[in-house]
């Protein structure tokens, strides 16, 4: 699986837009990127997952360069409950497996 | 929809007893689910992946006879932490994909928070 790398940790404002770049200089060409939030003691959420150039859904936009090796998690206008760890994972479901390796994630700390 | 469940949310107990922990796939049928193990301000560890009627496969450095995966239907499986040590103590967490659904989109349990005292 592709290793990932990511700020540890980040602070923003509430209602300002926040980007969490992550980097996958090896990722492969079947690999998909997906982006998991956590919150202190509860299991990880799905956020969103792209493969290339951008994807939107109700509560992020991920956007991926054409040569794929990193991937920016955008969150528009966040606001204090936007405070949680975020995870970058890369990989490609081998096997039938479809193991999840997480990462260290970055801490995304929401001031009032 | 994909709503995983876990219980207990808690527990308790003392060293060198045994606890069971159910994980629940509510409104879909899985049949993969992983277990994971996550310390204070750590990242998530996969331990093993259950798979609907066989053996889990455990990863590397996870004890088979002291972490037992039961993966016995669709909706349900099991871990269950054999005398347990104060040094299992942490948050067990499962997660369970959709056949079909794109990769790595996994739904995951609450949590159970594992005391060993």
């Known amino acids: 699986l592709a290793k990932t790398t990511q700020p540890i940790s980040m602070d923003s404002y509430e209602g300002q837009e926040v980007n969490i770049t992550c980097s996958h200089n090896?990722?492969?060409?079947?690999?998909?990127i997906t982006w998991y939030q956590q919150f202190p003691s509860q299991g990880p959420r799905f956020i969103i997952q792209?493969?290339?150039t951008k994807v939107t859904n109700e509560v992020a936009s991920l956007f991926i360069p054409a040569d794929r090796k990193s991937s920016t998690l955008s969150l528009p206008r966040v606001s204090l409950s936007d405070t949680a760890v975020y995870y970058c994972l890369v990989g490609l479901s081998g096997a039938g497996s479809y193991q999840l390796t997480f990462g260290k994630g970055t801490k995304l700390s929401v001031i009032p | 929809g994909a709503v995983v469940s876990q219980h207990p949310s808690r527990v308790i107990c003392k060293s060198g007893t045994s606890v069971k922990i159910e994980c629940r796939s509510l409104?879909?049928?899985?049949?993969?689910m992983f277990w994971y193990r996550q310390f204070p301000k750590q990242s998530l560890m996969l331990m093993a992946t259950?798979?609907?009627?066989?053996?889990?496969?455990?990863e590397q450095g996870v004890e088979k006879d002291k972490f037992l995966i039961n993966h016995a239907s669709l909706t349900l499986s099991t871990l269950t932490v054999t005398s347990a040590h104060p040094e299992d103590s942490s948050f067990y967490i499962c997660s369970a994909r959709i056949p079909g659904q794109t990769p790595y989109e996994q739904y995951f349990g609450p949590g159970t928070r594992l005391t060993v005292t």
């Open positions: 090896n990722i492969a060409t079947n690999d998909y």
């Open positions: 259950s798979n609907e009627g066989s053996k889990a496969t455990y």
């Open positions: 792209g493969y290339k």
């Open positions: 409104d879909f049928q899985a049949t993969t």
